[in-house]
C-alpha cells in the first residue's frame, strides 16, 4: 500500500508502539527476576509453563 514509505503519523505510531513493547519486556524480565530472587529454595514447578493450556504461567506463592 505504502511502498516502502510510511506516513509521518504511521512511523511515529509504529516508533511508540515498539518502545512500549520494549518496556513492557523489560518490567516483566525484572518482575520474573523479583519472583525468583523472593523463591531462592523452591523448586522449578512453582513457576512452569502448562503445556495443556495455550502455555499460561502458573505462580504459587509460599504460604
Same mark, same amino acid.
Given at each position: 500500500?505504502? #511502498?516502502?514509505?510510511?506516513? #509521518?503519523?504511521?512511523?511515529?505510531?509504529?516508533? %511508540?508502539?515498539?518502545?512500549?513493547?520494549? %518496556?513492557?519486556? #523489560?518490567?516483566? *524480565?525484572?518482575? %520474573?527476576?523479583?519472583? =525468583?530472587?523472593? #523463591?531462592?529454595?523452591?523448586? =522449578?514447578? *512453582?513457576?512452569?509453563?502448562?503445556?495443556?493450556?495455550? =502455555? *499460561? !504461567? =502458573?505462580? !504459587?506463592?509460599? *504460604?
Amino acid at each position: 500500500k505504502y #511502498q516502502g514509505e510510511f506516513p #509521518q503519523e504511521l512511523q511515529g505510531r509504529l516508533e %511508540r508502539a515498539g518502545e512500549a513493547a520494549f %518496556r513492557l519486556d #523489560q518490567e516483566m *524480565s525484572a518482575i %520474573r527476576a523479583d519472583i =525468583s530472587e523472593a #523463591q531462592p529454595h523452591e523448586d =522449578s514447578n *512453582s513457576v512452569h509453563t502448562n503445556d495443556d493450556d495455550d =502455555s *499460561s !504461567t =502458573s505462580f !504459587t506463592p509460599k *504460604s
